[in-house]
């Protein structure tokens, strides 16, 4: 089954996408979706350095919860800092330190932190234990350090790297 299926989530997922993308809920759409969300990971599989395991769903969902929600108020909050003029930013480069030992979660982290607005991932480390962020505005680098630790990190290292003993 895994050599007809290699990822059942990612092929549900990307045939939702699909349906989101092109705005119809058709038959038509929703095979087209079906047979691009298994074709595309089929096709890449060879190309997948690790095998991708969710231990803990609840936890997963909760995250995307919590990534929409910092999108939605970073979005606001970016705006507002432009409304109020350059003068009153306060840039920063962050060194945060990674518990994630995964290629898979340390690159899930780096693209929430760029996804959300008003900061960006500039670099890992070549030994994969800090990440370096761009923020757009902070008067306290190390309370986004633990920002960034507790909603993102800690929930990544649930989801992909904890074993389900360990909960």
């Not at 079906?34 to 690790?50: D, M, N, Q, R, V």
């Not at 919590?66 to 705006?79: E, P």
Request: with cysteine; proline share 6%.
């Amino acid at each position: 089954m895994k050599r007809l299926l290699p990822h059942p989530l990612l092929t549900l997922t990307l045939a939702i996408l699909w349906l989101l993308l092109v705005n119809a809920f058709t038959m038509g759409h929703v095979v087209l979706g079906l047979i691009l969300g298994w074709l595309i990971p089929f096709a890449t599989s060879g190309f997948w350095p690790e095998h991708v395991r969710i231990r803990h769903t609840g936890v997963l969902l909760r995250y995307l919860a919590v990534f929409v929600y910092d999108i939605v108020r970073g979005s606001f909050q970016v705006a507002w800092l432009i409304l109020k003029g350059p003068a009153r930013l306060h840039p920063a480069f962050v060194v945060v330190p990674l518990e994630l030992k995964t290629d898979l979660g340390i690159s899930l982290l780096a693209n929430t932190i760029s996804l959300t607005p008003g900061t960006v991932s500039s670099l890992v480390s070549a030994d994969k234990r800090t990440l370096i962020v761009h923020t757009l505005n902070t008067d306290d680098p190390d309370a986004l350090v633990a920002e960034i630790k507790q909603r993102y990190e800690a929930p990544l290292k649930r989801i992909f790297e904890e074993d389900n003993e360990s909960c």
